[in-house]
């Protein structure tokens, strides 16, 4: 009987997979658009993988009335046409679709029959009292179902685990997101909680921790001794077509700085933690963003830039502007372009700019990390011989093609000395050859292994509209307009001017 | 023979060799250039490439180069037999292969041709070649003999052993004499990519049992057959991989030898293993014509366990049409769980990119193969 708590004997040694214990996903918002363009063909491409484990159910949650027959019908089109190894291998769908179920959740009554069915899966797959529950519902629906798994005893079952992962938005400000944290405390410990961010489940923004600690050659020049400054670019070309609606209440400052772009100041920027867990990497990551000088409404000029896009072009078509789009408020103030400047208080970074930026209707999708470093003490060589050369800049390059850069000057080999800046380019696909997962993959296996090492604590959350809040409090109250930019160009030019006042420019990804 | 346009010119020296290979990278360098792109030279490992026929050499010299942008490496091929005619000796050739994707990456490519009893010769010529600094993964395309001095030699010099006990004649008994010499005299690490094939199968057969309620039979198992392939006349019996696969479950599980191996009846193999309490576990080996599969891979596998009365079947069949495997666990004959997942052929590329990522050895491996041991 041991063995029904032990160890699996089997699994030991280096080649295996970590595969999941068994267990229960259940989606919230089961019939919505992230289920059926990420996370179901995410679930799919794990199953193809064999990285799912073997008594395992999906539950999808919606308000319509679907039997499992229809409800398996409508995936399965959506994950034919999403997942990341077309077609669709029928099959394997077959035998996933088997454990792929509906339950239509209006009333109590709802979660009275997601508990009975959650029980029989137990008994009948062995999936073992696991749950994962996974909120891909509007955020307006948050606090209402995780009142009603409390209420019906769905997170706390006795004998198995129980978490829950949470989109993005995390609140619209600090103290909405300090509520929505009570709300899911009422019924979930914090690490039980997974917020998830997306962009921490790229690899290259894993790599970013790979590169800068696993290597001895960048680490001892990772400080305000060498690096001039750092600027971090996330750049769409696209408009807010779909989302408008959402967007337009939200902007940049909300969708992409409080989040991904702090997040990856922070992995930037963070000390070494003492090992690779959850709870080691996340306590470096809040300690630097609380030394991020926060921009107050006096600095805010100073600062920060704000842009909303007009009519241009993008790749030779023409764009309307934001404030053509049918769902956007005619007189709308929502910025669509971000372009700031923080300071980090820290022994480490003390006076080193990090410049970050991001829009909609930029030229093109980039989204790269670039550290700039310093030029050289004492210049040897006369200066039409280093016209050629531009400052050693590491670049981390996310999107569109994952990869590391190192630029440095070499001699152009012809007599006397000129000398041209190299780049050395490092092309994930290139050198591995093999398909990146997709974010959702590595975040749903994580949050099914119960590793919160890519996830959002509450306090990162937190600290992280620290630092928003105060300047979208000065925007609103300024009464402004957001400056205008073309679409297709690189934002306002007041963003140039950022840069410009401390003698420096933005890169072109 | 040397066929020059594969190999290179010989040259008469390490030296001379070391001058031709900077002559062609300046050379491609320049080429390259005109077409706009700059080919890097980079190493992260030295394969030193053991071939007894030329066919084994050329293919196992493409392999690698396939793998020169994963891998990139300086590929030493030692091609030649002893008892070979003509006038014995040793010549160098030196080439940088130009193929689909070696445009970025220059994949050296190291020719050591010896003729007639010059084995001893070989690791001197070998050494001064690696690239220094660098792991030196050696892969023997056949049957390392290790009571030859010359093989020790070699072994001494490298981190792994490659080998791939497909083709093993008797894998039962080399697979545990390679161990002794490499594992247990402590000279290198050693694999095989036969057990790399195996990598899926395992993880399949893991997941089963990481279901708390089947975890509990691995306690009650009655049986285990496993199936593999052979040609359709049934006489290319190559049994190593199914041997490898119960060596892994047995040693994992804590079962040993109760008997020796012995053949049954067509090519198959029947034996008892037994557990710690000295209950038996009848073991049976089947070879199988299954299509579409290569001869001795394993074609599934199926585990009977009885708890309470309850009989509890695992299964794995590989489908080897489609290229998909379907694992059942089924409970008095009726399916209560079945997943089809993809287990596609994996070539020699892929099985070897594996191996050269992993520098350690392998104890999972070596615990299976030792139990091997005491089954010869």
């Known amino acids: 009987m041991a063995l029904a708590t032990a160890a699996n004997p089997l699994r030991a040694g280096l080649r295996l997979a970590r595969v999941p214990e068994p267990s229960v996903l259940v989606i919230f918002g089961g019939t919505g658009d992230l289920t059926s363009r990420k996370l179901m063909p995410a679930l799919y491409d794990l199953a193809r993988q064999r990285l799912l484990p073997a008594a395992f159910a999906v539950v999808g949650i919606g308000r319509q009335q679907l039997s499992d027959a229809e409800y398996r019908t409508q995936l399965h089109d959506a994950v034919a046409s999403h997942t990341r190894s077309r077609p669709i291998d029928e099959e394997v769908w077959r035998t996933f679709a088997e454990r792929l179920f509906y339950v239509s959740v209006r009333t109590d009554e709802g979660y009275d029959e997601l508990r009975t069915r959650l029980g029989r899966f137990d008994r009948d797959l062995g999936t073992g009292g696991g749950r994962l529950f996974y909120l891909a519902t509007p955020p307006n629906a948050y606090a209402p179902i995780v009142r009603a798994l409390g209420r019906h005893d769905l997170a706390r079952n006795g004998t198995g685990w129980a978490r829950i992962v949470v989109e993005k938005p995390f609140g619209r400000d600090r103290a909405s997101a300090a509520a929505l944290t009570g709300t899911l405390h009422e019924v979930f410990r914090e690490e039980e909680i997974f917020r998830i961010d997306h962009y921490l489940g790229k690899e290259t923004v894993q790599n970013l921790l790979v590169l800068r600690f696993a290597n001895a050659i960048f680490e001892p020049v990772w400080s305000r001794q060498y690096v001039d400054h750092v600027q971090i670019t996330v750049a769409e070309s696209l408009g807010v077509d779909e989302r408008a609606e959402y967007y337009d209440s939200a902007g940049a400052m909300r969708d992409v700085v409080q989040n991904h772009l702090l997040q990856l100041l922070t992995l930037v920027a963070m000390e070494p933690p003492v090992d690779f867990a959850a709870g080691a990497v996340r306590d470096e990551k809040v300690k630097v963003l609380r030394a991020v000088r926060p921009i107050g409404s006096e600095d805010v000029a100073a600062n920060a830039v704000r842009g909303q896009y007009g009519h241009g072009f993008i790749e030779g078509a023409n764009v309307p502007g934001y404030l053509e789009g049918t769902e956007v408020a005619p007189e709308s103030r929502t910025e669509t372009f971000v372009a700031l400047r923080f300071f980090v208080d820290s022994w480490r970074w003390e006076g080193t700019p990090f410049y970050l930026r991001t829009g909609k209707r930029l030229p093109k999708r980039a989204t790269e990390i670039a550290i700039q470093f310093r030029a050289v003490p004492h210049h040897l060589f006369a200066t039409d011989a280093r016209e050629g050369l531009e400052p050693n800049t590491l670049v981390v390059r996310i999107q569109p093609e994952e990869g590391i850069s190192l630029k440095f000057g070499a001699k152009v080999p012809v007599q006397g000395i000129r000398i041209r800046s190299v780049a050395m380019d490092f092309v994930y696909g290139a050198a591995f050859l093999v398909d990146a997962p997709d974010a959702y993959e590595t975040l749903i296996l994580d949050a099914l292994r119960g590793d919160g090492t890519l996830f959002t604590r509450q306090d990162e959350v937190e600290e992280q509209w620290r630092l928003v809040d105060p300047i979208l409090e000065a925007w609103r109250t300024s009464g402004a307009r957001p400056p205008q930019y073309a679409a297709g160009s690189w934002g306002p030019g007041e963003a140039d001017a950022l840069m410009a006042r401390d003698g420096r420019r933005w890169r072109q990804p | ?376």
Do not use: K
Not at chain 2, 186 to 212: G, H, K, M, S, Y
């Open chain 2, 1 to 376: 023979m040397v066929d020059t346009e594969v190999w290179g010119q010989p040259t008469p020296s390490v030296l001379a060799l070391e001058r031709e290979l900077a002559r062609v990278r300046r050379e491609r360098a320049a080429h390259a250039r005109e077409h706009v792109a700059t080919v890097a030279r980079a190493a992260v490992l030295n394969i030193v490439v053991i071939a007894r026929r030329q066919v084994h050499a050329l293919r196992a010299a493409e392999t690698v180069a396939t793998l020169a942008m994963r891998h990139p490496s300086r590929a030493i091929v030692v091609l030649g037999d002893a008892r070979e005619e003509g006038p014995p000796g040793i010549s160098l050739h030196a080439q940088l292969p130009s193929g689909d994707r070696a445009e970025l990456v220059y994949n050296e490519r190291i020719l050591v041709r010896a003729r007639g009893p010059v084995e001893d010769r070989l690791a001197s010529v070998v050494l001064p070649l690696l690239v220094p600094d660098l792991p030196l993964f050696l892969w023997w395309t056949e049957t390392p003999d290790v009571d030859r001095p010359y093989v020790r030699d070699l072994l001494a010099l490298a981190q792994r052993l490659i080998v791939d006990s497909a083709d093993f004649a008797r894998p039962e008994r080399t697979l545990p004499r390679l161990a002794t010499a490499c594992v247990v005299d402590r000279r290198c690490a050693l694999t095989d990519l036969n057990w790399a094939r195996l990598t899926t199968w395992r993880e399949l057969l893991v997941q089963f049992f990481d279901v708390p309620a089947w975890r509990q039979l691995l306690e009650d198992i009655e049986g285990v057959r496993v199936s593999f392939a052979v040609d359709a006349d049934g006489r290319e019996i190559h049994p190593s991989q199914a041997l490898l696969l119960v060596g892994w479950l047995a040693s994992r599980l804590g079962w040993r030898a109760s008997d020796r191996i012995s053949p049954s009846e067509a090519g198959g193999h029947l034996f008892d293993l037994a557990r710690a309490d000295g209950s038996r576990i009848p073991i049976r080996l089947r070879p199988r014509f299954e299509r579409g599969l290569s001869e001795g891979d394993v074609s599934g596998i199926r585990i009977d366990a009885r708890r309470d009365g309850r009989h509890t079947q695992f299964r794995i069949h590989r489908d080897g049409g489609r290229w998909c495997a379907a694992a059942t666990v089924s409970v008095d004959d009726e399916i209560v769980s079945e997943r089809i997942v993809p287990l596609p052929a994996t070539d020699v590329v892929e099985l070897l990119s594996e191996e050269l990522t992993i520098l350690a050895s392998d104890r999972v491996f070596e615990e299976a193969l030792a139990l091997l041991v005491t089954l010869a």
